[in-house]
């Protein structure tokens, strides 16, 4: 089992949709990172999390650390929003943080006119 | 500011031929991660830096690829020999972490494309 896992993996939605994807962590945390990559493109950060709510845009982000959950949510989702969403994390020891990345195995999101 | 920087942005060479790749990570990050990522997979960990120091370089292939980062700025990910398999995208990220328990941002750079023939 991956300590790091998204849901789903690939998802298909109509342009306007509200778009949710998640991510479930199985380690100990200092902050989960959610980033974008278009086809072809560099990797985009979007959000840093380690507690609450983040929202910039259309964009908006939550974690719950209890249930070590985050999710990223896209409103009024548009055909170039189109790309791999990957949630990371950074792994956190009894020590502090290792600054150590663990990876999703990334969600493709195809938004269609 | 510039983010994060890295060249060649492409590389065609020769399976057996030697390849470096060179990042300048935003100005003052002190963590430094080179990574390998196929395509249509995420990003591996090759070596991760804090300043000048390696501080997680157990999945980098030793016989083949080193790195270094002199004076805790730039860096240096080379290739010798390459193989058919190396092709991939490297990709540089950086961030400020301070501390142990305040984690920073993490900044990607647009990657290094190679492609052994």
């Known amino acids: 089992k991956n300590e790091v896992e998204q849901s789903p993996q690939n998802l298909t939605a109509q342009e306007g949709e509200f778009i949710t994807i998640n991510c479930s962590y199985s380690?100990?945390?200092?902050?989960l990172h959610w980033l974008q990559q278009h086809p072809g493109g560099g990797i985009v950060s979007l959000f840093m999390?380690?507690?609450g709510k983040k929202k910039h845009g259309r964009l908006i982000a939550t974690i719950n650390i209890q249930e070590k959950h985050s999710s990223l949510h896209i409103t009024a989702s548009h055909p170039r929003d189109s790309a791999v969403y990957i949630c990371?994390?950074?792994?956190?020891?009894?020590?502090?943080?290792?600054?150590?990345?663990?990876f999703g195995t990334g969600t493709l999101l195809a938004v269609q006119p | 500011e510039a983010g994060v920087v890295q060249s060649p942005r492409y590389k065609i060479i020769e399976k057996k031929q030697p390849v470096a790749f060179w990042c300048n990570p935003i100005?003052?990050?002190?963590?430094l991660y080179w990574y390998l990522q196929n395509l249509g997979q995420g990003p591996e960990l090759l070596i991760r830096?804090?300043?000048?120091?390696?501080?997680?370089d157990s999945q980098l292939p030793k016989d083949r690829f080193s790195a270094e980062r002199l004076k805790g700025v730039d860096s240096t990910l080379k290739i010798q020999p390459a193989e058919l398999g190396d092709s991939a995208v490297y990709l540089c990220?950086?961030?400020?972490?301070?501390?142990?328990?305040?984690?920073?941002?993490?900044?990607f750079g647009e990657g290094s494309r190679l492609t052994v023939l």
């Open positions: 990220a950086s961030s400020l972490d301070l501390g142990t328990s305040v984690a920073g941002e993490l900044f």
């Open positions: 380690v100990g945390i200092s902050a």
């Open positions: 999390l380690s507690s």
């Open positions: 990371a994390v950074k792994g956190r020891s009894d020590g502090g943080a290792t600054n150590k990345l663990i």
């Open positions: 100005s003052g990050h002190n963590t």
């Open positions: 830096y804090e300043n000048e120091e390696a501080v997680d």
